[in-house]
């Protein structure tokens, strides 16, 4: 069976949902039997999102292979189960890139390099590139119909269009149909005026997904349809739910898989014509809106006001309560504030303390204070990768005696607990970093395997002693302290193979005290809690019962 592409585009303003679209449909055609693959086209000329601030662009999910991606890779896998990789997902820098080190290569024999073909060429190639098994390639292009940077996408996908036919490739549009409370109405026009701007680029969608926060009155959805071209059951209202797990439910409701496999002529196949198993998506939704209990957990940030930097961490979070039957009720607070006599105060009464990965010293002794709290208050922590490193410099300041702990992260200090990492083994390979290298690509990234302490509160959560994880940092717990910060009573329970590199520490003594250096929320999954945010949450609600 041939790959068939179906790329997805949006219009009128960003964020209306084109990651969560995207990934609900990969989840309804696996429902069907279908094998996918979702990609994300970025038109931003950044190589990569690596080097990007989080408020600029939210998170960056690492796949295992070491790639920095779009956050819209995490909706993918934690839909489908897909694991993504380095070839999902594309900028236009890298696209400008391989194009300029192809020509200075002579590999377009004295050319003249353009846009068409050489640029869409470079683009079609990464859509085509190692589909895999795959039998649908869902392909998410980034920002807005009619933005100068996204045109060499969309003219490649027409291109591909033409070049596969219309039996293989499908158009999907994402716009809005907004709501204005003066007239009482929803307005069609924004929708007609982004698939003309489409039309304008030589694209005709095949459907049209109307983002809308009430009901679609029959008569706009024709006329959507008349004005637009397409079908009238072809125009899918994208309602607004009390969930995204609720999604892949509701674009099913509307229609918008029978119009896919009718698309494709496979209605007619048995896959096609079966009703997709819906049953584990119902059960998610389920939990999380009659939840049996409540925990509160503070989440101790750097950028939580900006809850896109932290987008897998809070759905690990949610997913900790699904798998524990609990509503987990998240409080972001900005570690500065710790760092204010009398603050600390403010983690009084909660049942987890979560201090997630940053970069930088801003924060960082609120961080402190925070990891401080939770050990002499015997509440649940978790520390993921700064935070883990938080903890350790909290350790060796206040039980191991070494007042001038700190992170070479910070500038020179005496007592470098925590110091940049200059070589790691991937593999068989070894990996050499300076501290004037690139900023870009050269932390430790993707997955690692990770060795755990037999008998060790880890080694019982993951019942396993080897385990995989992913990576995204550039500075480690200094090895040299592991001996004094043993004896100070921290427990090294988890070792790269080679035992140089500190993985995981905790505190045999306390409820539940974990750091990490790696971020386990990126393989995290409602439908497949990762191991220590399911015990984690279980500890918050052992917690809430002692208040």
């Known amino acids: 069976m041939q790959t068939r592409y179906i790329f997805i585009t949006g219009g009128v303003v960003s964020s209306l949902g084109k990651g969560i679209a995207s990934a609900s449909l990969g989840a309804l055609l696996q429902a069907r039997g279908y094998k996918v693959r979702l990609r994300k086209l970025d038109p931003y000329l950044n190589v990569d999102p690596g080097t990007m601030s989080p408020y600029q662009h939210g998170e960056v999910y690492v796949t295992d292979d070491g790639a920095e991606t779009d956050l819209d890779l995490g909706h993918y896998e934690r839909f489908t ?19 300029i080190s192809r020509e200075r290569h002579g590999d377009y024999l004295g ?52 070049e596969l036919g219309r039996e293989r490739t499908m158009y999907v549009h994402l716009t809005l149909v907004p709501y204005i409370p003066s007239a009482g109405e929803l307005k069609t026009k924004p929708t007609q005026h982004s698939v003309k701007e489409l039309l304008s680029v030589g694209i005709q969608p095949d459907a049209l997904l109307a983002r809308c926060d009430r009901p679609l009155p029959p008569g706009e959805k024709r006329k959507i349809a008349l004005f637009c071209n397409v079908r009238e059951d072809a125009v899918i209202p994208a309602l607004d739910v009390d969930t995204i797990y609720q999604v892949p439910i509701s674009y099913h409701e509307q229609g918008f898989d029978n119009v896919v496999v009718r698309h494709f002529g496979l209605d007619k196949e048995p896959a096609g014509q079966a009703e997709p198993n819906l049953g584990r998506w119902e059960h998610i ?210 070792m790269s193979p080679d035992k140089s590199l500190p993985e995981i520490v905790e505190f045999a003594d306390h409820p539940w005290f974990i750091g990490v250096q790696f971020h386990p929320e990126l393989k995290s999954k409602p439908f497949d809690t990762h191991p220590l945010f399911a015990s984690f949450v279980q500890a918050a609600i052992a917690q809430s019962r002692l208040v």
């Open 81 to 99: 189960g897909v694991a993504s990789r380095q070839s999902d997902n594309i900028t236009t820098g890298r696209i400008y890139s391989t194009v």
């Open 285 to 494: 939704a389920g939990r999380i809106r009659a939840p049996e209990g409540e925990v509160k957990i503070a989440v101790v940030g750097k950028y939580t006001h900006f809850l896109d930097s932290y987008k897998s961490l809070n759905e690990a979070l949610i997913h900790g309560g699904i798998h524990n039957n609990v509503k987990v009720k998240l409080d972001w607070i900005e570690s500065e504030i710790f760092e204010s006599e009398g603050a600390i105060e403010k983690l009084e009464g909660v049942n987890g303390i979560l201090v997630p990965g940053g970069f930088g010293e801003r924060g960082s002794e609120g961080k402190i204070a925070a990891a401080r709290f939770a050990r002499e208050h015997k509440v649940p922590y978790f520390g993921i990768c700064f935070g883990m490193q938080m903890a350790v410099i909290e350790v060796a300041r206040h039980l191991a005696g070494i007042a001038k702990a700190g992170s070479t992260e910070f500038g020179p200090c005496e007592e470098p607990v925590v110091g940049l990492m200059t070589e790691w083994m991937r593999g068989n390979t070894r990996e050499l970093r300076s501290a004037d290298a690139n900023v870009g690509g050269t932390m430790r990234l993707g997955a690692y395997d990770c060795a755990l302490k037999p008998g060790s509160r880890v080694a019982e959560i993951y019942g396993q002693q080897q385990i995989s994880e992913r990576h995204r940092h550039r500075y480690e717990v200094n090895i040299n302290y592991m001996k004094r910060l043993e004896e100070a009573g921290l427990t090294f329970s988890g």
């Open 111 to 162: 050319a003249t390099v353009q846009v068409i073909p050489h640029v869409t060429d470079a683009i079609k190639e990464f859509v085509l590139s190692d589909p895999g098994e795959a039998e649908f390639v869902l392909c998410e292009v980034g920002g807005t119909v009619g933005d100068i940077e996204s045109l060499p996408f969309l003219e490649a996908i027409r291109q591909l269009g033409n």
